[in-house]
């Protein structure tokens, strides 16, 4: 199918399908490139910025929060002694598992509608 030359609005589902998957396999391995080229970047580049070809690239290692340092940081800073650094949140895995779906659709929102193909 060449869609070159249509847009959008002329094409019939059948072929927004077949585009939309042809685009995605695209996608799909340009972004596994992009990651190896990043990688590769990574591993050649110093820390900080160098300019290539008329543009900089940035290598930086930022820090996150893991489990071991969470659990580090909570010995160190225990809630009873350091409250304002802790907050209750709903845990909506476990509310999603113990409530029935009917009631909980009553304090979600709409995310938008999504197509999936398969």
Known sequence: ?????????TMDSTDLVVRDTQIGEALEALTGERKAIRVAL?????LGTTVLAGLKVTVT???RWDTKGKAK????Y???TYPDLYKPEIDTRAADR?????VLDGYK?????????S
């Open 61 to 63: 290692e930022p820090l």
């Open 109 to 117: 929102a709409s995310s938008g509608r999504q197509v999936r193909i």
């Open 73 to 76: 940081f909570a010995a160190d």
């Open 98 to 102: 113990l409530i029935a779906p009917a």
């Open 78 to 80: 225990p809630p009873a």
């Open 42 to 46: 990574a591993d050649r580049l110093n």
């Open 1 to 9: 199918m060449n869609t070159t030359n249509m847009s959008i609005e």
